[in-house]
């Protein structure tokens, strides 16, 4: 399995990496398997990276990433004929600011979810979509929250500029030290936990920000509640 270094480190926009496999999926398109990566697969509400993939006489434009149960799936453009060859070294870099808007929306849904469960503690987050232009997070619960304590919440939070980390732990220790999750975690990806601050822990695979103060702003855009689920959508100002 290729090496996750989106995972050790979200800020790292440039790397080396060497193809392990030129392969087509089932609808015949084209993609790349590395032995290490930092482009983030699509997954767990956050869009893909794109970037370059570039060696001695070849660049390939990065259009898609997927992760299937043994896989990171780097998708090139179908105009682009692959003629990198199996352990061929390459340069990868890439979108930053493609990447930056990503974990700034990502980061966001999880300080909101925070801070929706503790100053509305009958709300439970239950999903995050944090795609820039569409984001946002659904509780479970019956009480929609108040807006304008809402946003004087978060931006008391923001304020503080507490800084983000995430660890390793299996799941049976984690619901013993913090909660009993309300959802499934998939099969495929290691037990990640992203906590901000003294804030209570997420499982997450994503890629987060290092201090919130780089979110710089939450704007709430709707409230809505229907069949005990409530939804906020935001973006980031
Ligand atoms: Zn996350």
Same mark, same amino acid.
């Given at each position: 399995m290729t090496r996750q270094l989106y995972l050790q480190d979200a800020y790292l926009?440039?790397?080396?990496?060497?193809?392990?496999?030129?392969?087509?999926?089932?609808?015949?398109?084209?993609?790349l398997l590395l032995d290490q990566t930092i482009f983030y697969p699509q997954g767990g509400g956050q869009p893909c990276?794109?970037?370059?993939i570039i060696g001695g006489d070849f660049e390939?434009?990065?259009?898609?990433?997927?992760?299937?149960?043994?896989e990171i799936r780097h998708y090139i453009e179908l105009t682009q004929k692959a003629s990198a060859s199996t352990n061929c070294k390459v340069?990868? +870099?890439?979108?930053? !600011?493609?990447? =930056? /808007?990503?974990?700034?929306h990502h980061t966001a849904g999880h300080l909101l979810g925070n801070v929706v469960e503790l100053a509305f503690p009958s709300l439970k987050a239950i999903k995050c979509?944090?795609?820039?232009?569409?984001?946002?997070?659904?509780?479970?619960? +019956?009480?929609?929250? !108040?807006?304008q =304590? /809402?946003?004087?919440?978060?931006?008391?939070?923001?304020?503080?500029?507490?800084k983000t980390k995430v660890f390793e732990i299996d799941r049976d220790s984690f619901e013993l030290v913090y909660y009993k999750l309300p959802y499934e975690i998939p099969e495929n990806k290691n037990?990640?936990?992203?906590?901000?601050?003294?804030?209570?822990?997420?499982?997450?695979?994503?890629?987060?920000?290092?201090?919130?103060?780089?979110?710089?702003?939450?704007?709430l855009n709707k409230i809505k509640h229907k069949n005990s689920i409530v939804r906020i959508s935001f973006g980031v100002a």
């Open positions: 926009f440039e790397s080396d990496a060497c193809i392990a496999k030129y392969k087509k999926d089932e609808r015949d398109m084209p993609y990276d794109h970037g370059k390939y434009t990065v259009c898609n990433i997927r992760q299937t149960k043994n340069k990868c +870099a890439i979108d930053k !600011d493609r990447r =930056l /808007l990503n974990a700034r979509h944090a795609f820039p232009g569409e984001a946002y997070i659904e509780f479970l619960g +019956a009480d929609p929250p !108040d807006e =304590l /809402l946003q004087k919440s978060l931006q008391n939070a923001i304020a503080q500029d507490l037990f990640r936990v992203m906590q901000i601050g003294n804030f209570a822990p997420v499982p997450c695979g994503g890629t987060h920000l290092a201090s919130i103060k780089e979110i710089v702003g939450i704007t």
